[in-house]
């Protein structure tokens, strides 16, 4: 596609619960990010892929978020017993790896956890 | 480890006035230093990078922002802003030599007024 593309674009959930976001990053782009953005946080890394190297995982904020990427494209975050605090806009981004410094940011998934 | 501090975060201007958004970093490495532009409703996209040579870089849309190695800041700045340029602005960093994980400012509101 032409973009960077997020599933679904809004998520309502009910604390506890577990819930799966999808990314669909651009055509070629080998590295992949997670972020989350937050009122109380802001924007915050959550995870990098770059091909088939093992990610880089540092910014997950605890063991309940987990992420997978398939086959070098689309990426999932999964967000185990959902709550409340875990409410934000969580965004994927890609790039063409190396140092081409250039993220192309989709559109977001607003999660809400009632 | 990288930190990116945003001084403002709202800035009310009336069209066709100047305006500057302040950004600071702290990092112990080399750092790539980025503009990311948010207009309402939506995604994050880049304004301006700075990565080497010419500390002064500008966009498109005639934004400029000024790399101070001294001072540690990348502010933004426009000689005379439109309604159009109403969006949430953040600074980011990224360390050279590294991947392009980002480390972001809190955001900078710009609200321009007729």
């Known amino acids: 596609g032409a973009g960077v593309s997020q599933s679904p674009s809004n998520k309502v959930t009910e604390k506890g619960k577990d819930v799966e976001l999808r990314c669909d990053p651009i055509?070629?782009?080998?590295?992949l990010y997670w972020y989350r953005q937050s009122l109380g946080q802001g924007l915050e890394f959550l995870i990098y892929?770059?091909?088939?190297?093992?990610?880089?995982k540092s910014g997950l904020p605890s063991d309940r978020f987990s992420a997978e990427r398939t086959g070098g494209s689309v990426s999932t975050l999964t967000i185990q017993r959902t709550q409340q605090e875990d409410s934000a806009v969580y965004l994927c981004?890609?790039?063409?790896?190396?140092?081409?410094?250039?993220?192309?940011f989709g559109p977001g998934t607003r999660l809400t956890v009632l | 480890a990288q930190s990116v501090t945003q001084l403002d975060s709202q800035v009310p201007v009336f069209e066709e006035a100047p305006v500057e958004l302040r950004c600071n970093y702290s990092?112990?490495?080399?750092?790539?230093l980025f503009w990311y532009v948010q207009y309402p409703n939506q995604g994050l996209q880049l304004l301006l990078k700075?990565?080497?040579?010419?500390?002064l870089v500008e966009s498109i849309n005639g934004f400029e922002a000024e790399f101070n190695k001294s001072q540690t800041s990348f502010h933004l700045r426009k000689p005379s802003v439109h309604i159009s340029d109403t969006a949430e602005y953040f600074c980011?960093?990224?360390?050279?030599?590294?991947?392009?994980?980002?480390?972001f400012g809190a955001g900078t509101r710009l609200a321009v007024h007729p």
């Open positions: 981004a890609t790039d063409r790896g190396g140092y081409t410094n250039t993220q192309y």
């Open positions: 990092s112990s490495v080399s750092v790539y």
């Open positions: 055509s070629g782009h080998t590295a």
């Open positions: 892929f770059q091909g088939n190297s093992a990610p880089d």
């Open positions: 700075y990565l080497s040579g010419s500390t």
């Open positions: 980011a960093v990224s360390e050279t030599g590294g991947y392009n994980k980002l480390i």
